[in-house]
């Protein structure tokens, strides 16, 4: 999961050699078994720019690494989390398939995940969300489950039941769904991320 905002950039104030732009993007992504495509592009005054979110339409971006894909491997215990998951369900009135299914395309069921941007646990909650939400450990599989159940059914409230709006600002925030005039931005990343955690939603609805 991404930030609110999900702008995620870092600013170098001089020119650099590419050598040092992908050290500096390999640093930003080794961070996590969690990755996402980097960008790259320098603005008018000279300035390099590097982003996972490349949201300035303006801006000539140039890909310098590739996400490295997920593989879910089959050996994965995906019912381990199933009393959490039903409970926070039951709470927060969701499926419990689509709570799994969100759990899927961002941890993969690992409560250890970070990503590179800093989101945390199974349902990879943002330090700073995860505070909104009173998750004190992000790390711990039931408090983490709960705050992102709690934070999918105020974005399903949000968006008046449209799942496809509440899972693209679930990856890349309220204010990127509201930029676009709340439709999915326009994000390959975010794009695919709600095409896939409705995959995983139908595969788990018909378990």
Do not use: C, W
């Not at 996402?36 to 320098?42: L, R, T």
């Not at 310098?64 to 709470?91: G, M, S, V, W």
């Not at 159940?149 to 039941?161: E, F, P, Q």
């Amino acid at each position: 999961m991404r930030t609110l905002s999900n702008i995620h950039s870092i600013n170098i104030k001089y020119r650099l050699l590419s050598a040092v732009i992908f050290a500096a993007a390999f640093t930003f992504m080794a961070v996590s078994s969690v990755d996402a495509d980097i960008y790259k592009y320098e603005d008018n005054e000279g300035v390099l720019h590097l982003t996972n979110v490349p949201s300035d339409h303006n801006a000539k971006y140039v890909m310098i690494l590739r996400e490295k894909r997920i593989l879910f491997r089959p050996n994965i215990d995906t019912k381990k989390y199933d009393y959490l998951i039903h409970q926070a369900a039951d709470k927060f009135k969701l499926d419990s398939a689509l709570i799994k299914a969100v759990i899927k395309a961002e941890s993969n069921f690992n409560h250890k995940a970070v990503s590179p941007v800093g989101a945390q646990g199974l349902m990879q909650l943002m330090p700073a969300t995860a505070a909104d939400l009173k998750v004190k450990d992000s790390f711990h599989p039931e408090k983490n489950i709960e705050g992102g159940a709690r934070y999918l059914r105020y974005l399903l409230n949000i968006y008046k039941g449209n799942l496809d709006l509440a899972l693209a600002a679930y990856n890349a925030g309220e204010r990127a769904v509201a930029k676009y005039h709340n439709n999915i931005p326009p994000y390959k990343e975010t794009q695919n991320y709600v095409r896939r955690v409705k995959s995983f939603y139908e595969s788990f609805r018909n378990e």
